[in-house]
């Protein structure tokens, strides 16, 4: 027996737990639920004025959250893989263990600190609790890019006279943009489909996109559920082409 | 030194921002009062309801736990077992077919959990399979597995190629050549992995919920969501959430040592 057959049994695996599934988001999206093709429940994400608010509402949101979690978190990263500061990798794993606890409850516990403290929820909670959510998946990239830089080039700028801050801009921050560029993607796109977080943060005032394709399947209306999906697919089909190239190596996998 | 100063001040503030939520709730689990911030005296009277499962609530709590910890067990199981074959069943392919297992295998990491969870919902409609324990733990097995993959793949391209053809031509069946020098190898990998499973189907609800169909199945994410539903954070939720946060804490920082002492041994 061949030693590649042993991929066998997983192939089979996701072609009936991956591909197939995605195949009927689109065959989902496109019937009427009587067996008719339809174009409807695509064209209603960009009538309905609920859904395609709800849909930039989210895109602002993720943009705004993905912004302050660079600023936060890429001087986080640069400080803990810098020698000088930090010579512990406990340190740093303090940094990322919150993502390995559950985000409903760490959600749920954020919730409860506005409420203690008589802020009302609204937007800016959103996007604190949001930022207190994502901020360790953006830190972890760009820390791991960080770390496994070769600090030679630094030196090497500097030694042929450039200033901290100009081997900073044009050797460092070049270089750990791939982490960069994965932190986005593991805090942008979640940000965008959230539905649970949302909901407890602001008492269900702001309603992201996750949560519009949730209470479409809770009204039983699949199709449109399956349309807005579909939506959201296209949509991380066309960032990963975008993202591919500089994506080439591995920077953000979670590999421990 | 004053850059110095500054920096480890910085890193302390994140560090304070991060776990201010969860301090606040380990604080509060040691008094009795239901509403946050509301300091009633030292009592372990939430944890004692906790465990001896008195009340109504306290039971569905435990319960939820049990079954998260039952299907997160069982689904990284699943997960690590497929996992290491397909690793070195892709490790072994050439040409088109490994780039194309190696992509489709990246799909689960990329789709946002509520995807992953609409498809699988979709699927099992499709198939007409009855919706509860097993199809949660399948969509589990789906989003865990190629984390196991990208774990258990670098372990195979460190490894010497030529060890376990050593093996059988040494006379081992395949059986053990794999058991005695393959998997000793990947250990390590199949590890992290087993590991990164168990904990992200911990974390997961998104794919739970949709996945859960209507019999009633709770894990604890889909019971707070419940709670949060209707407004409030369950006492007994608070030793709860403190006792898993410790957890997770000391398995993070003992893994995380055990590993750098490996690294200084290299």
Same mark, same amino acid.
């Given at each position: ?7 066998? &049994?997983?192939? #089979? $695996?996701?072609?009936?737990? =991956? ?7 689109? /065959?989902? +999206?496109?019937? *009427? ?102 901020? &360790?998946?953006? #830190? $972890?990239?760009?820390?791991? =890019? ?7 080039? /630094?030196? +090497?700028?500097? *030694? ?97 | ?266």
């Amino acid at each position: 027996m061949k030693r590649s057959s042993w991929a066998i &049994p997983y192939s #089979i $695996f996701l072609m009936l737990f =991956v591909v197939l599934p995605l195949v009927l988001v689109a /065959v989902y +999206a496109f019937s *009427d639920g009587h067996g008719g093709v339809t174009i409807s429940n695509l064209t209603t994400f960009f009538t309905d004025p609920k859904i395609i608010g709800s849909f930039l509402v989210s895109l602002e949101v993720a943009l705004e959250n993905t912004l302050i979690c660079i600023l936060i978190g890429y001087p986080v990263a640069y400080i803990l893989a810098d020698k000088k500061y930090n010579k512990s990798a406990t340190t740093a794993m303090l940094f990322i263990a919150p993502m390995a606890i559950n985000a409903l409850m760490r959600t749920m516990a954020t919730a409860e600190i506005f409420n203690m403290a008589g802020i009302p929820l609204g937007k800016g909670t959103l996007i604190f609790g949001m930022v207190y959510d994502y901020l &360790p998946f953006m #830190i $972890f990239p760009i820390y791991n =890019v960080l770390d496994k830089m070769d600090k030679s080039y /630094v030196e +090497a700028a500097q *030694d042929l006279g450039a200033s901290p801050m100009t081997a900073f801009r044009k050797v460092t921050l070049p270089l750990s943009l791939p982490g960069v560029l994965s932190g986005a993607m593991m805090v942008f796109m979640p940000t965008v489909s959230t539905f649970a977080v949302s909901e407890i943060l602001t008492n269900n005032r702001i309603m992201l996109f996750g949560s519009v394709i949730n209470e479409q399947f809770n009204n039983l209306m699949w199709n449109q559920g399956a349309a807005l999906s579909f939506v959201m697919l296209i949509i991380i089909g066309i960032t990963m082409f975008v993202g591919n190239d500089s994506k080439e190596e591995d920077a953000g996998g979670l590999v421990l | 030194m004053m850059k110095k100063i500054f920096a480890r001040a910085y890193l302390a503030f994140v560090l304070f921002l991060l776990y201010a939520p969860i301090m606040f709730i380990a604080v509060f689990s040691f008094t009795k009062a239901k509403s946050l911030g509301n300091w009633t005296g030292f009592t372990t009277d939430l944890y004692k309801s906790l465990f001896s499962g008195a009340s109504a609530e306290s039971q569905n709590i435990l319960s939820a736990l049990g079954t998260t910890l039952l299907i997160a067990l069982v689904a990284s199981v699943i997960a690590t077992f497929l996992g290491t074959l397909a690793a070195i069943g892709i490790y072994y392919m050439r040409g088109k077919k490994k780039a194309a297992l190696q992509f489709l295998n990246n799909i689960p990491m990329l789709n946002p959990d509520i995807i992953t969870g609409v498809s699988l919902f979709l699927l099992f409609v499709f198939l007409h399979i009855s919706q509860g324990l097993v199809t949660v733990i399948l969509a589990h097995v789906t989003f865990c597995t190629p984390y196991v993959v990208l774990n258990v793949m670098p372990k195979l391209t460190q490894m010497n190629p030529n060890i376990y053809e050593a093996a059988l031509d040494l006379g081992a069946t395949p059986r053990q050549a794999l058991s005695k020098v393959l998997v000793p190898q990947l250990l390590p990998g199949m590890f992290s992995g087993f590991v990164l499973s168990f904990v992200m189907s911990l974390d997961d609800f998104a794919v739970t919920f949709f996945t859960r169909g209507s019999g009633g199945l709770e894990t604890l994410s889909t019971f707070i969501y419940a709670d949060a539903r209707k407004g409030g954070l369950t006492p007994e939720l608070k030793p709860l959430m403190t006792i898993i946060f410790l957890v997770i804490l000391i398995v993070l920082i003992i893994m995380n040592i055990r590993s750098s002492n490996k690294n200084k041994h290299l």
